[in-house]
Structure formats: C-alpha cells, structure tokens
C-alpha cells in the first residue's frame, strides 16, 4: 500500500522533471531543492498541477548557511526556504533554493504567486539582505528604516553599529555608534566555614 508521503514524492518528482535538484525525505518530511532559475517556474507548478495543488504558502524565510557544520559547509551562504500547503490534498512541502551570489543574494520573488510572499519575503531581506526579484516593495518591515545592516547575518556584530537615545537638549531621538565598554566578570566566592548551616552557634 503506497502512504500519502510516497504518493506525494512520486507526484513531485513526476510534476517538476529536471527542474528537481533534489528531493530529500526525513522525519515525514519532504525537502525540495531548486536552481535559482527554475525557482518561479517550479512554484507555479507547485500551484497549479493537480498532482500538488499548493494553493497555500504558510511561511518563508531566509538561512544563513556561513556557519553551518562547524564550518565544514562549502557551497552557498543565503538560502530561502518555504513552505507550502495543499488544503486539496492536505499535504505540505518544503522548498529551498540558494542564491547563487553571496555578495548580493538574489532569487525571484513570489509575490505573483502567492501574495502572503510580500511581508515574508520583506522580513528575510530586513534581516537577511536577500533580494527578491520582482518584488514591488522591498523595504525594512521589522527594523527601523535607519538600521545598518541585515542583523540575522552570523557575521552580524551582536552589539550591533548604533544605538538610539532621547537627547534632552536637542528634544529628539539620535542615533550615535555604539559605546559598550567591555567589563570582566568575576565570579563571588563565599569563604566562611559555616555558610549555610542552621545554629552554628
């Protein structure tokens, strides 16, 4: 007896052709890799063949791959994964796709597709610096629109570039560099004899 998950990796593999990069089955799950330049063709085919039918996109994000094995991983550093839906055959995929330049991450957006991409795809370029292609208001969603930097990124200083205060003379809110000077921590010892012991005395 074939289970829901073959019947959905047969279907996938027989929809997408050599538009498949890879299909990878763990934890119930199904991961689909695709080339930058099949991207949007696949995600319409991911709609609309009847053997899918993934009328939903229920989250996208981007990944920052620079870190990851411990430093072991070589291929390329931003990807964009989502995810999606078939409310026809109640199944979900995993779609992921890497930006082929790591200087300037860039893949096609897919707001044509499915319009809940739009704020999605905002916050991985907030956070990630990801370009998407074709979108039509590609801005800061999540920081503020003075923020320096894609703070999600693992080179991302944890401190950050700026701070923000209210100056009372000048009667607003300014930005300056930031000024953490860095302190060391000693841990307290406690050294008397009877330290927690009831009645000593």
């Known amino acids: 007896m074939t289970t829901k998950l073959e019947t959905l990796e047969a279907g996938l593999r027989n929809a997408l052709g050599d ?31 009847a053997d899918l039918r993934f009328e939903e996109l229920i989250d996208l994000c981007g990944v920052d791959y620079s870190a990851y094995g411990d430093g072991t991983y070589d291929g390329p550093r931003f990807a964009v994964t ?21 200087d300037m991450p860039l893949v096609a957006s897919l ?23 074709g ?3 590609l801005r800061r969603i999540l920081t ?14 944890v401190t950050g570039y700026v701070e923000m205060r209210y100056d009372p003379e000048q009667k607003r809110v300014i930005y300056q560099p930031v000024t953490i000077e860095p302190r060391e921590n000693v841990p307290r010892v406690i050294r008397e004899e009877n330290y927690g012991i009831k009645n000593h005395g």
């Open 19 to 49: 538009h498949l990069q890879d299909l990878t089955v763990a934890l119930g799950e199904i991961t689909v890799l695709v080339k930058a330049a099949d991207y949007l063709s696949v995600m319409r085919v991911m709609r609309d063949h």
């Open 82 to 102: 989502s995810h999606l839906l078939s409310m026809t055959h109640n199944w979900r995929v995993r779609v992921r796709v890497f930006a082929p330049d790591d």
């Open 111 to 133: 707001v044509d597709i499915w319009s809940a991409a739009n704020w999605y795809e905002r916050e991985a370029f907030d956070f990630f610096g990801i370009l998407f292609d």
């Open 135 to 137: 979108h039509n208001d």
């Open 144 to 157: 503020d629109y003075g923020f320096i930097g894609h703070p999600f990124r693992k080179d991302f200083p």
